[in-house]
């Protein structure tokens, strides 16, 4: 397959000569005008030769490939398919259903051409850009820029993981309340700070004085914070409450609220602003918390071809609570991207390990020595930051599948370290202890996080089933993988056949036995490594199969 390669260019003039030598300020008409294809291959060549495209070989491509396809007239033929098995010399394999490498490189070039025209082009002419929605260029002759002109200024954009907390002055309906609702939002911010996936910033940082009449959603957009947390309190004889709410800036809504009651008599103040600041950051900034999830499935759903970290290790996100293969292709798709652009992102690293880990596993791919690739990103995402959580999850993983189940613990101290009153945090670091064999401390953190967390992962039942059916309580074991709800991934049927199996309900377990088949008709081909990465414990897999076998599942 050829390799679609950029015209060279020769230096050319950096002024050009158009159809008129009218003055471009008496021409309020000029940028409406086409430019001819002799002026739009001179500016190709000015752009491909621009210190802005100097290193990017492949978005050369990609520019000078639409460019000229567009010229000969061969506009409609610019498909992702097209784009990809021509410039990028793609096999005929490629599907962008699957691999959005087309997306991704569209939206790298539109930053570029925006790059190039706000620096050594800002005074060109000709104008090649490629409007959103397609990949089909437009040239067009504009107005040079007027720097005499005022700056228009452009509506905030606001950041993803910018949280505002508004201070309370002013929210009292009992003046007795004041100590508490100050002490609380003093405590709140604390208790926020430890989760990174935010950026928390107060109305006391900030210098904002007084807010009132002032909507959450004016403060938001006034700072460029996406959420917004207000809170107030009532208090009558020695009973408090407290009312907190997350506002979404962008939607202009209240997307969480709870309120705190409480008996100053019996409670210390302290006490009463340390509980609900933990819980409160739990419950909003937590990996497994309303901000986290709201913003992984918005990632899942977006379709931007602007590839930014935080995008992809959303997308990351969904794709450990959604194993499908379609999530799976562009989740690894924007990390392995990702680590080419932005290469000192520890988190992208320990992200992509953990893909290439659950692709393997699951069927998805099967790469040449993946273990010690995932080994090897893990331990580059250490290398850049000795502390990152996610990197001790991989390691943890793959201490459970090389069956290091010490070194599987000691790596659950380690993830304790990391903000140990997070549910996510207790989460994992129970989720690991149980399949390495601590049971009972395993389970009691587990039960702890999931009580915490509203929406919890599938994976986690996945532990909770286990641990009892070890213990050969088939029926509660049942009941715990009804919570794990992921329909494109043959886990859940697969645990569910293995305990009616057990139960002698066959008829059920040869339907679950089917349902996995359904999902993964290779299963039998990746058996072993995918019981090897389910616990610590071959006897516990070996149990595992004399239930699937009583269902029917043969491999």
């Known amino acids: 397959m050829r390799q679609y390669a950029p015209p060279v260019p020769e230096a050319p003039p950096r002024a050009l000569k158009l159809d008129s030598a009218e003055p471009a300020l008496e021409r309020p008409d000029l940028r409406e005008q086409p430019a001819d294809a002799e002026a739009v291959r001179v500016q190709l060549a000015n752009i491909l030769g621009s210190p802005t495209f100097s290193s990017l070989t492949k978005t050369k491509q990609f520019l000078a490939y639409i460019v000229e396809e567009t010229l000969a007239g061969n506009g409609r033929k610019l498909k992702q398919y097209n784009i990809a098995t021509e410039a990028f010399g793609r096999d005929a394999s490629f599907d962008p259903e699957l691999d959005p490498a087309v997306r ?41 820029p007027n720097v005499a002109a005022p700056p228009v200024l452009a509506s905030p954009v606001l950041d993803q993981r910018r949280l505002l907390v508004v201070s309370p002055a002013g929210t009292f309906e009992d003046e007795d309340c004041r100590p508490i609702s ?22 006391d940082s900030l210098g904002i004085g007084s807010h ?23 208090q009558s004889g020695a009973k408090v409450r407290v009312s ?44 497994h918390g309303v901000i986290c999830r709201l913003l992984s499935l918005q990632s899942a759903g977006e379709q931007n071809e602007t590839w930014n970290p935080q995008t992809a290790i959303q997308r990351h996100r969904y794709l450990t609570r959604v194993t499908n293969e379609r999530v799976y292709r562009r989740a690894r798709a924007d ?24 692709g393997n596993v699951v069927g998805f791919d099967n790469d040449p020595d993946w273990l010690s690739m995932v080994d090897r990103y893990a331990q580059h995402s250490f290398e850049l930051d000795q502390k990152c959580a996610f990197g001790h999850v991989v390691t943890a993983t793959l201490g459970v599948y090389h069956r290091d189940l010490d ?8 993830i304790m370290e990391d903000n140990p009153h997070a549910p996510s945090t207790q989460l994992s670091a129970g989720f690991f202890r149980s399949l390495a064999g601590d049971w009972e401390t395993g389970a009691r953190m587990l039960s702890g996080a999931l009580e915490m967390i509203s929406h919890p992962p599938g994976w986690a039942f996945r532990a909770t089933f286990l641990n009892l059916y070890r213990q050969r309580d ?59 990465s389910l616990s610590g414990f071959d006897s516990l897999s070996d149990h595992l199969k004399e239930g699937l076998h009583k269902a029917g599942l043969a491999f």
């Open 407 to 414: 070194g599987t613990l000691e790596t659950c101290r380690r």
């Open 212 to 234: 009132i009449g002032t909507t959450p959603y004016g403060l938001g957009s006034a700072h460029s914070a996406r959420f917004v947390v207000t809170s107030s309190a009532r």
């Open 474 to 532: 088939y029926a509660r074991a049942l009941f715990e993988i009804k919570k794990y709800h992921a329909t494109e991934h043959f886990t859940p049927p697969l645990l569910r056949a293995a305990a009616l199996g057990q139960l002698g309900r066959l008829e059920e377990a040869r339907v679950a036995a089917a349902e996995v088949h359904r999902i993964c008709p290779q299963f039998p081909d990746l058996a072993h490594r995918y019981f090897r």
């Open 244 to 287: 907190i709410r997350l506002h979404d800036v962008q939607a202009e809504a209240i997307i969480w609220t709870e309120s705190f009651d409480f008996d100053i008599k019996s409670d210390t103040v302290i006490d009463i602003q340390d509980r609900v600041a933990r819980r409160v950051a739990a419950d909003i900034a937590d990996y």
């Open 104 to 144: 991704l490189e569209a939206g790298k070039l539109r930053k570029a051409l925006e790059s190039y025209y706000s620096n050594n082009g800002a005074f060109d002419r000709v104008r090649i850009t490629v409007p959103k929605g397609g990949y089909i260029p437009s040239f067009v002759v504009a107005e040079p």
């Open 182 to 203: 100050i002490g609380l939002f003093e405590q709140l911010i604390v208790e926020l700070t430890r989760y990174s996936d935010v950026s928390v910033v107060s109305c």
């Open 335 to 358: 990390l392995e991207y990702g680590i080419e652009a932005t290469p000192y992102h520890a988190m992208l690293w320990a992200a992509l390990a953990h893909t290439v880990f659950t």
